[in-house]
């Protein structure tokens, strides 16, 4: 049964370009169709080959940005289902909060907005949007996808209200406007969550793997230590990889659990979606406790993982080729697809912000490649398991 505070797909504030029966056509509600769109789109397609902790890790078991979103969706939806939330809605927003991130992740976003620095910056937030709304364009009828007002609103907001609106961002909105002051819809507050769950946890699974944590390191976090003591109490005799794997899937319940009851007690008295997004607070929220526990979770997995030695020698040798692709580009811009080369605006700043929307689409593997194609090698050691 659907909660007073969910949002409801049959009133959906419509879409950027209005079509006869759009909202009303077939089966699907409109969030439905709009999940279904992400999921046929190439650019979710390229998350297969996008960086999510690793860069173009060689094994197979290693997350990457498509995985990982799948797995956010997972969460999103369990936490959705138990509070009474548009189900479809989250999945959409889950699926689709990672496909503005150019190849090599942060290292690659950090090049570009290196590039960008005199037009306007590079923000893989307000690059999703983008890519949604105008760059990503199968239907004859239209730029984008055609999304419907409550996804984009969800991805333009999902951490909360927007205080500095980036140049990206700000022509979308002009467009269409999304309301970018308020808190999104208790859907994309819980996209966002979920996001934080997943990432935390599964990335603890992949350092493990990988040996760029060790399990005793863990194990100086108090919270984490009481959890695998139960867990030793109950397999004592269980492989140590199992283990392992019931450690990451009971912090995930943890986590989820204390979401949906801390969300519940916030959002007492709401009586509809506009309630949520008037909110002075979010709604969705880990409780104080385990708030604090998380934030001592990320600075222990910034300390130990994403900035370990390895990690940030890879990720400058991945800002390095992202930057000589930029100004590869640039001098010439004939090196591009013939396609995208032959639609480059003319002046600055169209012209660099096109050419950061060519490179923000490759997979890692492709800008490898590009770059070999141009400079006549293949980097070295932009891969680290």
Known sequence: MKAAFASDAAQSRGREFALEGALARGPRSAFQRDRDRIVHSIAFRRLRHKTQVFVAPDGDHYRVRLTHSLEVAQIGRVIARALGL???????????????????????????????????????????????????????????????????????????PVGTVNWALAELDAAYPLDLKTWPSLEAQVAAIADDIAYDNHDIDDGLRA????????????????????????????PLDRRLRELVRSQIGWMVNDVIAETASRATGMASADDVRAASQATCAFSEGLAGHERTLKRFMYDRLYHHPQQLQTAERARAVTAELFAAYAQDPALMEAGWASRLPASEPQRSRYITDYIAGMTDRFAIAAHAAIYGRTPEGLRNV
Not at 110 to 122: C, K, T
Not at 212 to 219: G, V
Not at 222 to 232: K, T
């Open 86 to 160: 548009d189900e479809d809605l989250t999945e959409a927003l889950c699926l689709a909060h990672d496909i503005g991130h150019p190849p090599f992740g942060h290292a690659g976003e950090d090049a570009l907005n290196a590039a960008l620095e005199l037009h306007g910056g590079f923000d893989h937030n307000a690059q999703a949007l983008r890519t949604l709304m105008r760059i990503e364009s199968p239907y004859c009828e239209h730029d984008g996808l055609n999304l419907t007002w409550e996804v984009l609103e969800g991805l333009a907001k999902h951490n909360g």
């Open 211 to 238: 040996g760029f944590l060790e399990l005793d390191e863990l194990l100086t976090l108090d919270f984490v230590a009481e959890q695998w003591r139960a867990i030793e109490r109950k397999f004592p005799a269980a």
